[in-house]
């Protein structure tokens, strides 16, 4: 079974896949952490030559738990040149949160650069909308929370499940 938290024991050939890149993310990468703080982590891998070549379906991602997550290569090339926020702040990520970085990902953080384009004020904005969103909505529940349980009509839903367990 794979230790959760430390990553050394992931890096071998046993596993089937290599971490070419790893590094603390979120709050506690650019000290915004609190003392509630959860540790999250990303990192890049490269699988083994079946996940490239064959019929076989390889997996985008390893979600070892909720705040680990191991994009494969070509995921994260798709996100990165999306200009999707997650990719972008793993490379930009301050070197002392990089907890894995092999000669390979150094070539990639050398052409982070290139990854930067229109499509960022675009991604951030559209994230920065939705983390406003969420906060208009959880703040009118704060200061008027709900009196009674949801109903399955506020919903559009039928009155009774159509599926029975």
Not at 19 to 46: C, N, R, T
Not at 90 to 110: F, G, H, I
Not at 113 to 136: M, P, T, W
Not at 149 to 154: D, E, F, G, V
Request: positive net charge; proline residues 7%.
């Amino acid at each position: 079974m794979l230790d959760k938290t430390d990553t050394s024991s992931l890096s071998t050939k046993d596993q089937g896949f290599e971490i070419i890149y790893e590094a603390v993310h979120g709050s506690q990468a650019f000290g915004l952490d609190g003392p509630d703080s959860d540790l999250d982590i990303k990192g890049i891998i490269i699988g083994p030559a079946d996940w490239y070549h064959g019929f076989a379906e390889a997996p985008e991602q390893l979600v070892l738990n909720k705040d680990h997550t191991l994009y494969d290569i070509r995921k994260f090339f798709r996100l990165a040149i999306e200009a999707n926020p997650t990719a972008l702040e793993m490379l930009w990520a301050p070197d002392s949160c990089v907890r894995v970085c092999t000669p390979a990902a150094e070539k990639l953080l050398a052409a982070r650069k290139k990854f930067l384009s229109l499509r960022v004020a675009d991604s951030f904005g559209k994230y920065a909308l939705s983390q406003l969103k969420r906060i208009k909505t959880h703040r009118r529940w704060l200061l008027k929370p709900p009196t009674s349980q949801p109903q399955r009509k506020q919903f559009d839903l039928p009155a009774k499940p159509l599926i029975s367990g």
